[in-house]
């Protein structure tokens, strides 16, 4: 009789009554994610096991597994890694109507198989002491290409996912032909070989090693917080942030994201787990220590990214697109000499 007591429960409640638990894979690094996932078991009851890994590696690591995967979740950042893991047929659709709801259309991946948890846009970093702001205040990403910019750009070098989701972008939007030619421009611009992380870039523009950088917004709010250290924070404090194609299609908008694997044990929690990460109250509470920014526009992103404005245009292209031109996006970089 008891062995029947629990089957008719596992069918009314699903397997999260006998396995109170859910099994994240994260290529996020992230401290603050931690006391996250503590704050969901607190709320839940449900224990959350982490393991973290380069998003290549954790990616083979659930091939190698196949149905044997204990993964519920994969957490990681900009849609072309979630696009790598979709194209394995590693996921499946989220059911959850709260997540749905919540998430616009354009920040979800196709047959709803991921979906955004935080926003990042990819801008420009400026001195104001050498680029006056009224030369840059109106500046395209197309502008990049410009002779005005010769031997004054820098950038992170081109296998770099979030520069090929940004070339990506611009395949969807200038096509394939122009973004080729405003590539192999933008080259010819660079004030040195790619080299380094985001916040190099920045702090070469600090030193006036160069007039522009092209970086991930939430470094200067890491920078700024002072948790990189006083020479960042003084970097940081030089440089302007400012947002491409405002008076057209918006600035590229990328995400950090996550989806419900294919085979997972989980599957009731790995829902609910979805729902806490974009309810509100943990949304603020991530981007106030991510410096990303939040996916409900009630939700106010951290005060050192606020400070630039919040009020900015977004270019509103699918995110999945990224992924699906990421092969274009790379031969495209190949061919202009991006190293």
């Not at 395949?171 to 080259?187: C, F, P, Q, R, Y």
């Amino acid at each position: 009789m008891k062995k029947i007591y629990i089957l008719l429960l596992l069918s009314f409640f699903g397997n999260s009554i006998l396995t109170s638990e859910v099994n994240v894979y994260t290529s996020r690094h992230y401290d603050s994610d931690d006391a996250l996932y503590a704050e969901f078991t607190r709320e839940t009851g449900i224990a959350v096991n982490i393991i973290s890994g380069k998003g290549s590696a954790l990616l083979q690591r659930l091939k190698s597994e196949g149905k044997n995967s204990p993964a519920d979740i994969f957490f990681t950042v900009d849609a072309g890694n979630l696009w790598k893991v979709q194209k394995e047929g590693l996921f499946q659709s989220i059911k959850s109507k709260k997540v749905l709801s919540a998430v616009p259309e354009n920040l979800r991946g196709p047959n709803d198989e991921w979906t955004a948890i935080a926003k990042r846009a990819r801008v420009i970093f400026y001195n104001p002491r050498n680029v006056s702001e009224d030369l840059i205040k109106d500046i395209n990403y197309e502008d990049l290409a410009n002779p005005e910019w010769n031997k004054k750009i820098v950038i992170r070098s081109s296998n770099n996912m979030y520069n090929q989701s940004l070339v990506a972008s611009l395949i969807d939007n200038l096509g394939e032909a122009n973004t080729e030619k405003w590539a192999k421009s933008v080259v010819n611009n660079f004030s040195r070989k790619p080299q380094g992380n985001d916040r190099s870039q920045i702090i070469a523009v600090a030193n006036g090693e160069a007039d522009l950088a092209v970086a991930n917004s939430y470094y200067i709010g890491i920078m700024l917080s002072g948790s990189a250290g006083q020479e960042q924070l003084e970097a940081a404090k030089k440089v302007n942030m400012i947002f491409p194609n405002q008076s057209n299609r918006g600035t590229h908008i990328n995400i950090s994201g996550a989806g419900i694997l294919k085979n997972s044990p989980n599957t009731n929690n790995a829902n609910l787990f979805l729902e806490f990460l974009l309810s509100k109250r943990v949304q603020k509470y991530m981007v106030d220590k991510s410096y990303e920014y939040p996916i409900h526009e009630d939700v106010v992103p951290s005060k050192e990214i606020a400070s630039f404005g919040i009020n900015f245009k977004e270019d509103q292209i699918s995110v999945k697109n990224f992924g699906e031109l990421n092969p274009v996006a790379v031969r495209l970089m190949d061919r202009s000499g991006w190293k």
